[in-house]
């Protein structure tokens, strides 16, 4: 009995690992998409997502269906509440990625990111997606030590997204409204991209510790654009 | 035993209305604020959502204990779980009220939303907290009718973003790639606390009919912005 129960619970870790290595995935698709205005790998991406979407809603149901049957208490019934929590997390992760992609292909033939601000979009798309490699590895080897250093990686996606918003009210600015406002979306984007992978992470540390790293990742989220501007 | 259980249950059901109360208050003084450059009144808003935060915190430590100890199936665990996921979004619908009021302590003692659009923004606000009083309603009544009508409202929020990126696109627009950065999240900002409400009206009617009024909500919150444009 008590093996079956182990195994239910691998089994959702083994999901949530899947569904960060899918999200990670499609950041750094959605991101080559956008940067090259490549309408086919922006169409892959926005499709993708089902996929997510669906092992999301799957491990839902298995925790749900083993909380209904094991009725697991202190640090498992712990493990399977954050698991619901981190699937919640990486869902949403891959609803921005499609939102990149989604932007790609509403621009195509052209490209929402104007070549001056190429490497910057690259560098976060790239950051991105080691943020969520990361933290898939910290799901799979529980490394609070890792974990902790996707706090930096995040500090310096918090950069980039300065010196993105410093670009765009640059008084040498020429691009117009629309690709502003399309580069102000897009680096909110992977802003919070990056928040549900250190959220992520730092839910692995307080399974670990029982200690929130913070408040359960919530600061991150509040580092908001606003204040990045 | 069991109404001690059902005690427990029902001040979690409260806590939910409570945070409800609270964020749809928030977004609604946000909105006063950034539209009268009110610095107070953004401050009070900012310091404010530490008591959402705190509601949650104490609203999913109740769930978990609840969980534990009373090990609930079927109906009364769907119940238990559906509501840390209401937390969830009533969580970040503070926090998004939070950036609004931010944004308007970032700008003052200007107003970050221009004369043309005080109205739009104006509405804007106002659905967000109608929609939030209309889902804190239906934790209270269960009313399925009214959860689904979250979703009509929430296609007038999405007209009113979609108004919201026209006149930033519009070619008469004057006021500054600042601003029309500003602009661009605040639509953001009030689309996703709309995505969040309808998110948790949908919830409930999961919890009541054992059917999801679609994926969730995920739908929703794939209306994103950059399909608005």
Known sequence: MRDAYHEELDSIGDGLV?????????????????????????????????????LQRDLEARAIALLARQQPVATDLRIVVTSLRMSADLERSGDLAQHVAKLARLRFPETAVPRDLHSTVLEMGQLAQRLMAKAGEVLITKDVDLALQLEQDDDAMDLLHRALFQHLMDDRWQHGIETAVDVTL??????????????????????????????????????DAAEAQ
């Open 186 to 223: 897009l680096g909110r984007y992977y802003e919070r991209f990056a928040d549900h992978a250190v959220s992520v992470a730092k839910r692995v540390v307080y399974l670990v510790t029982g200690e929130h790293a913070d408040e359960l990742g919530h600061s991150a989220a509040q580092g």
């Open 18 to 54: 899947e569904m960060a290595r899918l999200v990670g995935s499609a950041i750094g698709r959605a991101t080559t998409a956008i940067l090259d205005a490549d309408l086919k790998l922006a169409e892959a991406v926005i499709a993708g997502d089902a996929k997510v979407d669906d």
